[in-house]
């Protein structure tokens, strides 16, 4: 594996590859690897000859407040498990590389409408820092395919929106949620749980699947199942910021002549903010 760090040597690998007709693919991460991200890595292998692993952490996706400073960064390890599973390139641009007119100076990429809800509306401009640094690494990095995670349901959908809409040629694959074994979704951010917490984390995917089964089962009081949801949370120790039932390709407010839901959730745990969805077909 090849460590790079300068976006020239990197473009002259790219280079490389493209002369031997080698395909490109992407895995952008912000380090503190855990087994979510290894799959990742080996689907993307799937997909093509090469694949690049950026970590950066962006600092223009945390928020006011946010954990931007306590964010873990553990490279060592990282480069370890990169290593093992045959990465090409870890590439790790420093600020000035990925934004080189400096941050305040730096354009801004935007998705309306899919940005403004959920997440969005909870982390004002974590979006637009997500896009903004992605477009740049897909600038850098020239893949054929790109692949994120399921977990972050509204930011792969935010992704794809924002590569169709640039007509960017690449591919966005989605990688299903990796879990523990009671089904806590990995996440770097489960090192914050205490282990009275983590003992309760995974109600919030238990909660889910059961909003799975009744839509199912043929339930279609959605309003319902979101306030009921949002009541379950609290009363297991969670700040629930959203429980949502959405059309699966939009986010939007499904009919009951929908046929693919999305039930996505959030909420803080003490420290540690949890994310999660399930995908059901009714």
């Not at 498990?81 to 990429?109: C, H, S, W």
């Not at 994120?148 to 949620?177: C, E, S, W």
């Not at 990796?178 to 990995?186: C, N």
């Not at 039932?245 to 039930?263: F, G, S």
Request: some cysteine; charged content about 25%.
């Amino acid at each position: 594996m090849q460590i790079v760090q300068d976006k020239n040597e990197l473009n002259e690998l790219h280079k490389s590859w493209r002369h031997h007709g080698e395909h490109v693919a992407l895995v952008p991460t912000m380090g503190n690897l855990h087994p979510g991200h290894i799959s990742l890595v080996e689907l993307a292998r799937e997909h093509a000859e090469r694949v690049v692993v950026t970590i950066f952490v962006n600092p223009t996706q945390f928020g006011k407040g946010e954990d931007f400073e306590d964010y873990p960064r553990t490279l060592e390890r990282d480069t370890r498990q990169l290593r093992k599973i045959g990465t090409d390139v870890l590439f790790m641009p420093d600020v000035e590389t990925v934004y080189p007119f400096g941050i305040e100076n730096a354009t801004v990429v935007s998705v309306p409408g899919l940005t403004e809800n959920f997440c969005g509306a909870s982390r004002p401009g974590h979006f637009d820092g997500v896009t903004s640094v992605v477009a740049r690494l897909f600038a850098l990095v020239q893949p054929d395919v790109a692949v994120f995670g399921q977990k972050d349901y509204q930011q792969q959908l935010v992704i794809r929106h924002m590569t169709a809409d640039l007509n960017l040629p690449i591919r966005i694959i989605t990688a299903p949620t990796i879990r523990e074994s009671d089904g806590l979704a990995r996440s770097s951010r489960n090192q914050y749980l205490t282990a009275e917490e983590r003992a309760v984390a995974p109600r919030l995917h238990e909660l889910l699947e059961t909003i799975g089964s009744e839509l199912q089962n043929g339930k279609r009081d959605f309003q319902e199942l979101e306030s009921q949801a949002v009541a379950t949370l609290e009363a297991a120790g969670f700040e629930p910021d959203y429980v949502a039932v959405r059309r699966a390709q939009n986010l939007e407010v499904p009919d009951r002549d929908c046929d693919e839901i999305v039930v996505l959730a959030a909420g803080q745990l003490g420290k540690a903010r949890l994310i999660d969805n399930v995908v059901v077909t009714i």
